[in-house]
């Protein structure tokens, strides 16, 4: 009879995940540490920190901005941010008259450098299938009603092109440095679904 | 390709629900399963875009009732054993002898 306790059990997907690893290891396809290098990429290094620099700056230069809205490839690369998911970029901007919002309908297509993996609901169902149809319900639910004369543009994301918001800068910031900027913007308010 | 991953404009999903401080990854298994995306695909050659493909070929109840990393699983395993690099037979035995307590 055992002694010891059992674990806790370990569900069946991440059993056949392990199982997959363990052959792909043996067969000498993948290097676990590989995987480990990623992982830590993206939990710890990548994600929309990197999109707030990139919005801090584009407020803060004019012509940064102006670049960032003509090449937004080449603009967030000054930066040093670029590679997987990030390959084609397009940054739209919120303005007093023009709302913006991105979607991915068929799947997840994000900007992964920068604004790292995307969360939970941004993959899931209901916000692909509403984002296009309701997106003011869609924004109430994120707490934000937007005037009636604003446009709402949705921008739904493909595989070969991925979009930024560029947010309005608040109100009350003029005495705030580019650090400082960085500091306020959020990951949804460069998805579109709240506003700074 | 019509299909269940192209969800734009459906009704009666309910509503979104986002995680308050939600972190990166749930699970130990997503992460591992987040690093095969692009050490299998350099290693045996498939592209995102047939990656995505083996996703969206799930069959709509499956699609709509699993998570997402659960789609890439199915994914791999599918690609995988399309190239007879992991059969199914192959992936299910390591799965049986890990299910009983085997290292």
Not at chain 1, 53 to 69: E, F, G, N
Not at chain 2, 3 to 15: K, S
Not at chain 2, 42 to 50: I, K, L, M, Q
């Amino acid at each position: 009879m055992a002694t010891t306790k059992p674990a806790p059990a370990e569900s069946e997907t991440a059993i056949r995940v392990r199982a997959l690893e363990s052959i792909l290891v043996e067969k000498g396809l993948i290097d676990p540490k590989a995987i480990d290098a990623l992982v830590d990429t993206f939990e710890h290094k990548v994600g929309p920190r990197n999109g707030a620099k990139v919005v801090a700056k584009a407020w803060v230069d004019p012509a940064y901005k102006q670049r960032l809205l003509t090449d937004a490839t080449a603009a967030i690369k000054e930066l040093g941010y670029s590679g997987m998911q990030g390959e084609d970029m397009l940054v739209v901007e919120n303005t007093d008259t023009v709302h913006n919002v991105i979607v991915c309908t068929l799947c997840s297509c994000y900007p992964w450098p920068t604004l790292g993996l995307p969360p939970v609901w941004y993959k899931s169902a209901p916000y692909r299938a509403r984002a296009v149809n309701d997106p003011r319900g869609v924004l109430k639910e994120f707490g934000t009603i937007l005037p009636d004369d604003v446009e709402v543009r949705v921008w739904d994301t493909t595989a070969e092109l991925r979009y930024l918001v560029l947010p309005q800068r608040p109100a009350g910031t003029e005495k705030l440095d580019e650090d400082a900027l960085a500091a306020l913007v959020t990951r949804d308010s460069m998805i579109g679904v709240t506003v700074l | 390709m019509n299909g269940i991953h192209d969800l734009g404009g459906m009704h009666g999903f309910g509503p979104i629900n986002p995680e308050p401080n939600e972190p990166v990854f749930h699970a130990e298994w997503e992460k591992r399963a987040f690093g095969f995306f692009v050490t299998t695909a350099a290693a045996t050659g498939f592209s995102v875009d047939e990656f995505r493909h083996a996703i969206e070929n799930l069959p709509p109840a499956e699609y709509l009732e699993t998570s997402y990393y659960e789609h890439w699983l199915h994914s791999f395993e599918t690609l995988l054993a399309r190239r007879g690099v992991v059969t199914k037979a192959e992936l299910d035995a390591r799965v049986a002898q890990l299910s009983q307590g085997g290292k």
